[in-house]
């Protein structure tokens, strides 16, 4: 079992800048490709960002150049560094790991969420 706990989210004013955490649980983290999903109100949860267990990330098409994501696997934590930021980027935010074994079984966990507010 892995635990997940997102920090970092807020109310910040368009054009701001916020940076989420997710801490995991247990020390094999690194294994486990990291994502980050966001879902607004009355819409479906969508794919921000992801990093694989190597370090390669990927983005969605409406945070390239805005959005990072990095990983520290000796502090067992994810970040999301938003820049830029949107009312369109208004949302809970929820940190995902993930992790399938040569057997084919797959290791999914979630966060709580943290939201973000985009508002003036």
């Known amino acids: 079992q892995v635990q997940l706990v997102e920090s970092g989210g807020g109310l910040v004013q368009p054009g701001g800048s916020l940076r989420l955490s997710c801490a995991a649980s247990r020390t094999i983290f690194s294994i486990y490709a990291m994502n980050w999903y966001r879902q607004a109100p009355g819409r479906q949860r969508e794919l921000v960002a992801t990093?694989?267990?190597?370090?390669?990330?990927n983005y969605a098409e409406f945070v390239k150049g805005r959005f990072t994501i990095s990983r520290d696997n000796a502090k067992n934590t994810v970040y999301l560094q938003m820049n830029s930021l949107k009312p369109e980027d208004t949302a809970v935010y929820y940190c995902?790991?993930?992790?399938?074994?040569?057997?084919?079984?797959?290791?999914?966990?979630w966060g709580q969420g943290t939201q973000v507010t985009v508002s003036s």
């Open positions: 995902n790991a993930i992790y399938t074994t040569t057997a084919a079984v797959t290791y999914d966990y």
């Open positions: 990093i694989t267990s190597a370090g390669t990330a």
